[in-house]
């Protein structure tokens, strides 16, 4: 069973709109990590917050991390139909566990 | 760019052949993955390798088994395929140590076993 959980599980927004996920995760953990799959091929990492760290930008990425809560978001800014894919958490502690990912749809 | 390439990307076997997935990666990583994934059940660890001949069972290492003979090479081994193992297999690297901090996957190998 899936011990990450990420919501929406599905997003559909058009070209130039903000897109955000959640995930939340059950054991404590050293970072998260936030990964994207285009389709049917394999993940690519795209930022790391660490368990001391609240916030994290990357280009048009933006993580946050919130360990009482045992969760974090991804935004995604300015969207492109080129972000279409699946985006995976991964929360880091004794073992990396995989979230079920959440398919965004970036409609042009 | 560190590169990890999977041999095939599609393969179709039959029921109860041996079935071979190979993994290379060229930046001498000591961490190596195999990974299964499937709808609605996410990635699934299957077996991960630290170092040269060492491997460390994951949560559903039954009907695979590994080898690391070499630093860059990783292969899974279907010992008998059967038809619950159709699914996209990924390999994944990293660099040494406790903390996984970002791992490099392979483009994924579709098997499906008939």
């Known amino acids: 069973s899936q011990q990450g959980e990420e919501d929406p599980q599905a997003l559909s927004i058009q070209e130039g709109e903000n897109a955000t996920m959640n995930c939340s995760y059950k054991?404590?953990?050293?970072?998260l990590q936030w990964y994207r799959q285009n389709s049917g091929r394999g993940l690519v990492h795209l930022i790391l917050i660490r368990s001391n760290e609240r916030e994290k930008h990357s280009g048009r990425l933006r993580v946050t991390l919130d360990t009482s809560k045992k969760s974090s978001s991804l935004l995604i800014t300015a969207s492109r139909a080129a972000d279409t894919a699946s985006y995976f958490c991964v929360s880091a502690g004794n073992k990396l566990t995989f979230g079920g990912g959440t398919r965004v749809l970036v409609k042009p | 760019d560190v590169k990890v390439t999977q041999s095939s990307r599609y393969l179709v076997k039959r029921t109860g052949e041996k079935v071979f997935l190979e993994c290379v990666q060229d930046m001498d990583h000591e961490n190596m993955f195999w990974y299964r994934q499937d709808p609605g059940l996410g990635l699934r660890l299957i077996y991960f390798s630290y170092d040269v001949k060492m491997k460390e069972k994951g949560d559903i290492p039954e009907g695979y088994s590994v080898s690391r003979e070499k630093k860059e090479r990783f292969s899974l081994i279907l010992e008998s395929a059967s038809t619950n193992q159709t699914s996209m297999y990924l390999c994944a690297s990293a660099i040494g140590g406790l903390v996984r901090e970002k791992l490099f996957f392979g483009s994924g190998t579709q098997l499906s076993v008939l």
């Open positions: 054991t404590s953990i050293n970072n």
